[in-house]
């Protein structure tokens, strides 16, 4: 008797943990991740090889663009500030975008639908994978928190 409480005790301790410890509300949506930060532009070109990876022969960040600054609002505008070393004549450009599952709309560089590779509290990664004659090429954006 007292080994069947003892294990009937331990199952429900366990069932109990389980339940608990992983609630829904725990995983915060896209949408949450995304915004009420200021993003970092840190990689941008084409992964030739397709392992998520920029290369330096494959980053065409410019110089100009690398201290660039992204905030997505939650009303699904954002802003694109230029830092410092300016690429052109305009130093802010407003955007649009808009998540759902697990892609991302963004039209600052045209209306373009992206797979999100990796979102958490730190680093934002989405591409899109594109044929053209033949060849499939991914066009691989990078983001981090600044």
């Known amino acids: 008797m007292k080994i ?3 294990k009937s005790l331990a199952f429900l301790l366990l069932s109990a ?3 608990t410890a992983c609630s829904k509300s725990d995983v915060k949506p896209n949408t949450e991740k995304i915004t009420g930060k200021t993003w970092k532009y ?3 070109g084409y992964d030739t090889d397709q392992d998520f990876l920029l290369s330096s022969t494959e980053n065409q960040l410019k110089d100009c663009e690398k ?3 992204f ?3 939650s009303d699904s505008t954002g802003i694109e ?3 410092p070393i300016k690429c052109g004549t305009f130093s802010t450009f407003n955007f649009y975008w808009t998540t759902k599952d697990g892609n991302l709309t963004w039209n600052l560089y045209g209306n373009r639908t992206y797979v999100i590779k990796t979102l958490n509290e730190t680093d934002f990664v989405f591409y899109k994978d594109e044929v053209i ?3 499939t090429r991914r066009e691989l ?3 981090t928190v600044k």
């Open 4 to 6: 069947t409480f003892t």
């Open 17 to 19: 943990a389980v339940f």
């Open 42 to 44: 840190t990689g941008y």
């Open 67 to 69: 201290d660039d600054t």
């Open 71 to 73: 905030t997505f609002y």
């Open 81 to 83: 500030v230029e830092g």
């Open 133 to 135: 004659s033949g060849v």
């Open 141 to 143: 954006h990078k983001f």
